[in-house]
């Protein structure tokens, strides 16, 4: 589904990710950890089309398709989507709203017709139901006033709406306490699909309890530095990153 | 005379009211009205047009809007444009009464009006001799600060006079309708006066459009609005208007005891200049008023809101909020100054305003303005000038929403504090929707 070879970018002239190569399978989920600043985030971003990262060299593509050529709605429409770290509160715009002008151009996109209201309503309480997000909060301002686990949830309930090809969770468990975290990591798992794809960003071995990996990476500045089971994250979670910096040859100071 | 505008539109005018003049002495105008007149010309003639160095104006330069020989007195009426004009400006599914004016002359046959045991509405020009009327225009039209109010009063023959009858309840909105058209470009000053007596409630709806696109219209209406002792009137101007179009408005509220006056200013783009200004004298106690605007300004458009409120008595509440979206290379202005007398203590009075620049050369020139002689109030002001949050931006198309739409949605969610504020739902839906449809895709790109 996706393969990305290569990749480098910078921001700010800065070059946050130095040559990644990464193929992640319909059906699969993937597990990205790594020390702060090893680049987790950026690469998210980079794969959202966040503008103020550069890509210098590489590829990417979903489904044989160039990702890196694509305007950021253009992804989202061929099925990437980013559960955001910090996601931004926009007062004014109602999320009800916002979900029906996004799957409406989606569709578009795929030239099918919009929903009509009655399905719209249909779909929306099946996926509220189905990540337990309230109905409340569904109908007020887009994150607004929400608490950090909520903002979150709505994340979710979003992946959900849209049912992307390959959905990528920055940090999605950071913040939330133990039972917004079951209920997020359960949401996932209902959307788990042979047809779709997980990558997980994330500190902790905690999620990848409730949400278990195929294949866990980690990247240490800027690179995917060893891949492999469930059970390296475990090592991590016990052993920290320090050894596998230790076995990785750095460029002189390169980490923040 | 250093203020002084010199073009040959202020001779023509000067010419023009000695002819004005005879014309008013013809129709048995009384003395106090021609001496009111004769007054307000010479103030005009002292003063000129406004200029740049007049503070009031600094950023509003008339003199660019002044170049066309405008014609005085208008002729060519289009009659079968007149209806598809009065279509165009109704609000879709909301019962209203109407009342058309057109050129500034009241159209009975083109308007709808509420019972006389409600509300009485007769042209202007039926009560101009009247002393009620000159008593109130001569206390209260700042003739003598304003020089387009004087130039108003040297002029003017007609418009409505609406009044609401004491203790009445109106039970459904009056929709009022500005049409101008003329066959040459033409200038017009109408005059209108809206009395809510005490105890009554109104809601009132206005509408100004001029109706022929190849000439152009500017207009220097004056409206005043007196609302009496515990009467209730919500306002809202809708200004969504075409270029060609130059609108110079002035308001100003009486409000007496205990009343309560809500005004929603709505300016979508279209108009070359529009100018409001609105000055709410709080002549009683216990008074309450609402003051909201959105200005939404594209192209090389210049909108322009200046708002004063004389809080005089105690025990007076204003707030106020305005908020503006500027694009491409537009401009606007707000200036809002709160008074608060000596005498005026406990006054709550709250402003803000907040404007959202959407291109490199969109500009606003914003100036909250205080002043507070009493020392038991709450006042507070705040301004902001600023531009789309690009977190936002990417977290909406990162969702598939286009960058165009994306755009409007966050400037259709910065109005919303405004639309929120209108309780009349078919009015705030129909805002909403000309806020989106009348942001054109070029000019929400940055």
């Known amino acids: ?41 950026s690469l998210a971003s980079v794969l959202a089309g966040r503008e103020n990262y550069e890509v210098t060299e590489g590829e990417v593509w979903l489904d ?24 931004v509160e926009i007062p004014g715009v109602s999320n009800i709203n916002f979900l029906k002008t996004a799957l409406s151009e ?67 468990d950071s913040g939330l306490d133990i039972d917004a975290l079951r209920i997020v990591s359960n949401g996932v798992n209902k959307l788990r699909a042979a047809n779709n794809a997980f990558v997980l960003i994330t500190h902790y071995q905690r999620l990848l309890e409730y949400i278990v990996p195929d294949v866990v990476h980690v990247l240490y500045d800027g690179k995917i530095v060893k891949s492999g089971t469930k059970e390296l994250a475990l090592e991590l979670e016990e052993r920290g990153y320090d050894w596998l910096k230790e076995e990785t040859p750095v460029h002189a100071s390169s980490t923040q | 005379m250093a203020t002084q505008v010199a073009t040959s539109f202020y001779n023509r005018l000067a010419d023009e009211f000695e002819t004005k003049h005879q014309f008013t002495q013809d129709t048995a105008a009384s003395d106090r009205l021609t001496q009111l007149r004769n007054n307000a010309f010479s103030i005009f003639r002292a003063k000129g047009f406004p200029s740049i160095k007049e503070e009031d104006w600094r950023f509003t330069n008339l003199v660019p809007f002044l170049d066309l020989s405008f014609d005085v007195h208008p002729a060519g009426i289009d009659t079968d444009s007149l209806q598809q004009a009065i279509n165009e400006q109704k609000i879709p599914g ?9 050129n500034g002359s009241i159209r009975m046959d083109l308007s709808d009006l509420p019972t006389e045991d409600l509300v009485t509405v007769q042209p202007l020009r039926n009560i101009i001799n009247e002393s009620f009327f000159i008593d109130h225009i001569s206390n209260n039209s700042h003739v003598g600060v304003n020089a387009l109010v004087a130039l108003n009063t040297a002029f003017f023959s007609d418009g409505y006079f609406v009044e609401v009858k004491k203790n009445s309840v109106l039970d459904k909105p009056l929709l009022i309708l500005h049409l101008y058209t003329s066959d040459k470009d033409a200038f017009f000053q109408p005059r209108h006066f809206i009395v809510v007596n005490r105890n009554a409630k109104a809601e009132i709806i206005e509408r100004s459009a001029g109706i022929k696109d190849e000439t152009v219209t500017l207009t220097n209406s004056v409206l005043e609005l007196l609302i009496q002792e515990n009467a209730h009137l919500v306002h809202h101007t809708i200004q969504s208007h075409n270029n060609n179009e130059r609108w110079l408005h002035y308001n100003h509220v009486d409000q007496q005891r205990s009343s309560r006056y809500d005004n929603f200013t709505c300016t979508l783009p279209g108009a070359d200049l529009v ?86 050369k969109a500009q606003v020139y914003a100036k909250p303005q205080l002043e507070i002689f009493a020392d038991d109030v709450k006042c507070s002001h705040g301004c902001t000038i600023g531009q789309f949050n690009p977190e936002s931006l990417f977290y909406l198309r990162s969702r598939g929403i286009s960058e165009t739409a994306a755009r409007k949605l966050l400037v259709e969610a910065f109005a919303f504090d405004v639309t929120e504020k209108i309780d009349n739902e078919a009015v ?5 929707q000309l806020i989106y449809s009348k942001l054109s895709s070029a000019s929400v790109r940055a």
């Open chain 2, 94 to 102: 909301l019962d209203t009464y109407q009342l058309v004016l057109v």
């Open chain 1, 1 to 41: 589904m996706l393969t990305i070879k290569n990749l480098h970018a910078n921001i700010d002239g800065k070059e946050i990710l130095k040559g990644i190569d990464l193929q992640v399978n319909a059906g699969e989920v993937h597990a990205i950890m790594g020390p702060n600043g090893s680049g987790k985030s």
């Open chain 2, 428 to 432: 705030k839906q129909y805002v909403q």
């Open chain 1, 64 to 87: 044989g398709k160039n990702v890196l050529d694509m305007k950021p709605e253009e992804r989202a429409r061929e099925g990437i989507f980013l559960a955001f770290q910090y996601p």
């Open chain 2, 275 to 360: 100018r409001n200004n609105l000055e709410i004298s709080l002549n009683g106690t216990a008074t309450e008023t609402h003051l909201y605007g959105l200005y939404l300004v594209a192209d090389h458009q210049l909108t322009d809101n200046h708002t004063a409120i004389q809080h005089l008595h105690p025990s007076c509440q204003s707030n106020e909020l305005y908020k503006g979206v500027i694009m491409d290379t537009g401009k606007a202005v707000f200036n809002g100054k709160v008074f608060v007398a000596q005498d005026a203590q406990q006054t709550n009075a709250y402003q803000q305003n907040n404007n959202l620049l959407l291109s490199d």
């Open chain 1, 106 to 172: 989606i569709r578009e996109y795929h030239n099918l017709p919009p929903l009509t209201a009655k399905e719209f309503l249909k779909l929306t309480k099946e996926k509220q139901q189905l990540v337990e997000f309230d109905a409340k909060l569904a109908n007020r301002s887009l994150n607004e006033g929400f608490s950090g686990g909520e903002k979150k949830r709505n994340e979710i309930f979003q992946l959900a709406m849209l049912e992307p090809k390959l959905n990528i969770l920055d940090e999605t």
